[in-house]
């Protein structure tokens, strides 16, 4: 029997381990565990998983090269030495052959809460340390529009999102909370690292038991807790950028702007503002305008407008709706309102960007965080933004542009995968399939068979977390949890570092790669140099074995949460936006000199490619899913609850259903021109008409 500590990015959690059965129990100090750690249940031991190397039969056949029998092809079992021997001269071939700017060494993906053997910073490492670099991506699926903008226009995003207005002072002094995309407990229940304590549940009672009037501007009704007792405005999606012109004009033409903090605080607003009016084309963006673009009466926008005057009003804009064409436009309009109110830097109020999206947002930093694993030096400075893979391997030597550069897409020929899954965080599949196939090899780490290792040439057995030992923690998580093993490895798994070593020795290269060290040896050299960084503020840790033995060891914490904005707005000289005016941009020159037609030098709408049409009549929301993260465990058991006959639910509102003749838990098909699939019909009166829902994770199978 074994009783352990660990962790997972949905919590801290205790494991009990007799025989075959795991118990699982929440970390003591979580107020609001979640409901995912039920995903570990059956994890361990699930036929889903990868028991042993496997190599593609085509490619041990015929050799690397583009192949477009991936992802239809068998695979032959073979065993640890002949993996480790047939990637060395793999790599050893593409790198002698194109260096590294033929290696994509992106391997974008949120792997497991463990630091040390966090995958993507294990793969980074070795192919900086052992084939002297790679191409990287840039930016992440989460934020890749807004990440880029908001340093243009206030800061960085870390300053505005996850030290943004902190969920205390929203608790203590908000008197609106307008939340663009809702404020989703499904949401906030994770956070990459871990998240030993889950407290928006409570936050947003506290507020809304104080009087804060919380409301939520989705498609879905299902994005704003009961506990926020909020308000539902169901917008048509992709829209959010004309109901907040509309707010603004509103408030400008009633002579409700704040226009003191506008003159003082910001840069750019006379140009806002003759777009607003129309002075520029004789369109004025006003509320009757809005009404039939987002589906909301103009009547009702117009009051929204007024119950934001004179009030503590946070502005809060989700992911979700910069991960869209033209999403810079309502993170930039959000800023823009919440200025135009005056709000910025006041307590519970102002602009912060993606509250709820994410466990870490609102809360305060330690003093001092977990290190991560040193990364060594990448030797060619070549990258693409994360989301262009597939234009990247279907068009290499084309121009592209990013953030007012030009670069030029790399030819690769390898690509390696460690801890994220491509073919569930990229849009189009059938699209990211072929690109796969131009490569001469995909190299695969994987502790379940998802449709990424159906596509590789090379796939190697990794271990969960739960069968080895590692560190978890967040910067945003005062609790640095031990994480015990549960678990032997499964079948021939074995730790993504363990792999990288062998490589690297057969590579030649195995000091540069483990600096002697084995895993515990770096948990115990990450761990003494935090105890220095806390040691240079007088701050004392217990040793790693003490702090092993108790399985969980309490961080300091900063107050640091608005930092930015509360000093900007108390001095602006003396503390200045690290924005090219130092004040916040409702125009920009730097954007402007871009000369981009779908992001000008101030904020627009710009109505969305794709509309509805009498073939494909309906929008769709792909959210995040409740049941899991992303795609992992989609086979575990709270996942597995969430579906029906084994199918992903997808929810519609009644009248179309009706419309449609379909009742509910019949089989659907949903398709388009990109492809189609089959869920599970869910009736709900809590989504707008026009709009169906089906959430992300579960597994592309089209075979
Ligand atoms: N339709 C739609 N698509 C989306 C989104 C959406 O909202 N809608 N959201 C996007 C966003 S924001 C994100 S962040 C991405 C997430 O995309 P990913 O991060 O790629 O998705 P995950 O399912 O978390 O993939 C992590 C993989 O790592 C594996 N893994 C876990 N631990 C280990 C380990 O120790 N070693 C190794 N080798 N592997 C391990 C897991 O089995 C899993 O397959 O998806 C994006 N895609
Ligand atoms: N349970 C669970 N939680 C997660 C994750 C997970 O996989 N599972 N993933 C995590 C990750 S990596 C990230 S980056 C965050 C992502 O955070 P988000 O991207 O914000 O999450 P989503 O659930 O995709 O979107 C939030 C809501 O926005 C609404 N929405 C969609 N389009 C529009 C629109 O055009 N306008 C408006 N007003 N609303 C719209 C949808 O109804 C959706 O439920 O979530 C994190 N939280
Ligand atoms: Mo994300």
């Given at each position: 029997m074994t009783d352990s500590m660990h962790s997972a990015h949905w919590g801290a959690f205790r494991a009990r381990r007799d025989g075959d059965s795991l118990t699982i129990t929440p970390f003591s100090a979580d107020p609001d565990p979640s409901p995912l750690l039920a995903n570990l249940h059956n994890a361990l031991a699930h036929p889903a998983r990868v028991a042993r190397p496997m190599i593609r039969r085509g490619w041990l056949e015929n050799g690397p090269g583009p192949d477009a029998r991936r992802g239809l092809d068998s695979y032959v079992a073979v065993s640890w030495e002949e993996t480790y021997a047939r990637v060395?001269?793999?790599?050893?071939?593409?790198?002698?052959?194109?260096?590294?700017?033929?290696?994509?060494?992106?391997?974008?993906?949120?792997?497991?809460?463990?630091?040390?053997?966090?995958?993507?910073?294990?793969?980074?490492?070795?192919?900086?340390?052992?084939?002297?670099?790679y191409v990287r991506s840039v930016n992440s699926y989460s934020s890749g529009a807004a990440s880029v903008l908001l340093p243009h226009i206030v800061g960085d995003m870390n300053e505005i999102a996850r030290r943004g207005v902190s969920w205390e002072t929203i608790a203590s002094h908000s008197e609106v909370?307008?939340?663009?995309?809702?404020?989703?407990?499904?949401?906030?229940?994770?956070?990459?690292?871990?998240?030993?304590?889950?407290?928006?549940?409570?936050?947003?009672?506290?507020?809304?038991?104080?009087?804060?009037?919380?409301?939520?501007?989705?498609?879905l009704k299902s994005d704003l807790p009961d506990e926020a007792g909020g308000e539902w405005l169901p917008l048509i999606p992709g829209t959010d950028a004309a109901l907040m012109l509309a707010l603004l004009h509103e408030l400008t033409t009633q002579g409700l702007t704040d226009d003191d903090f506008l003159a003082r605080y910001t840069h750019g607003w006379p140009t806002l503002k003759a777009y607003l009016l129309g002075e520029e084309d004789g369109i004025a963006r006003d509320a009757d305008w809005a009404a039939d673009l987002c589906g909301l009466p103009a009547a009702q926008i117009r009051a929204l407008a007024h119950a934001l005057h004179g009030k503590r009003v946070l502005i809060t804009v989700a992911h979700a709706l910069q991960r869209a064409q033209h999403g810079e436009q309502p993170v930039w309009l959000g800023l823009a309102l919440a200025a135009a109110l005056g709000q910025p830097g006041l307590p519970g109020g102002g602009f912060t960007y993606a509250l709820g999206a994410l466990g870490h947002y609102g809360k305060h930093h330690n003093l001092a965080s977990f290190p991560a694993l040193p990364q060594g030096k990448n030797g060619i400075d070549r990258f693409i933004p994360v989301a262009r893979i597939a234009d990247m391997l279907l068009h290499p030597g084309e121009k592209f542009h990013y953030n007012g550069r030009h670069l030029t897409y790399p030819d690769i020929r390898l690509a390696y995968w460690a801890g994220g899954n491509p073919f569930h965080h990229h849009q189009d599949l059938a699209r990211l399939r072929h690109a796969f196939c131009r490569l001469d090899t995909l190299i695969v780490h994987e502790s379940a068979w998802t449709a990424s290792a159906r596509h590789a040439d090379i796939v190697l057995p990794a271990t969960m977390?739960?069968?080895?030992?590692?560190?978890?923690?967040?910067?945003?998580?005062?609790?640095?949890?031990?994480?015990q093993p549960v678990a032997a490895p499964y079948g021939e798994a074995r730790d993504d570092y363990q792999i990288f070593s062998e490589l690297a020795r057969r590579l030649g290269r195995e000091a540069a790669f483990t600096e002697g060290r084995d895993a515990r040896g770096w948990l115990e050299h990450l761990y003494a140099q935090l105890q220095e960084k806390l040691a240079a503020h007088q701050v004392g840790l217990p040793d790693f074995a003490a702090f092993w033995q108790e399985g969980v060891v309490t961080l300091p914490q900063l107050q640091d949460g608005g930092r930015m904005m509360n000093a900007f707005r108390a001095d602006p000289t003396a503390h200045p936006l690290p924005t090219p005016t130092g004040k916040i941009q409702i125009a920009s020159d730097a954007i402007a000199g871009f000369g981009y037609e779908d992001c000008p030098g101030h904020p627009v709408w710009r109505a969305p490619r794709e509309q509805p049409s009498a073939s494909y009549p309906f929008w769709l929301i792909a959210n995040q899913p409740a049941t899991r993260l992303h795609s992992q465990l989609d086979f575990g058991d709270y996942s597995r609850s969430g579906k029906r006959n084994g199918r992903e639910v997808c929810s519609l509102h009644p009248l179309d259903a009706q419309r449609l003749g379909i009742a509910d838990n019949d089989v659907i098909e949903l398709y388009n021109a990109r492809g189609h699939l089959l869920a599970s019909a869910a009736l709900t009166e809590a989504i707008r008409p026009g709009v169906v829902r089906l959430p992300t994770g579960a597994w592309y199978d089209p075979v």
């Open positions: 060395a001269e793999e790599l050893r071939r593409v790198g002698e052959r194109y260096g590294p700017a033929g290696i994509f060494g992106g391997s974008y993906g949120w792997s497991s809460a463990g630091r040390f053997h966090h995958a993507q910073s294990q793969v980074h490492r070795f192919l900086n340390t052992v084939m002297g670099g909370v307008l939340a663009f995309g809702g404020l989703a407990l499904k949401n906030s229940q994770v956070a990459s690292g871990g998240l030993s304590e889950h407290t928006e549940r409570g936050f947003m009672q506290r507020a809304a038991r104080r009087g804060t009037r919380f409301i939520s501007v989705s498609p977390t739960l069968e080895r030992e590692d560190v978890g923690g967040a910067p945003t998580d005062r609790h640095l949890i031990a994480m």
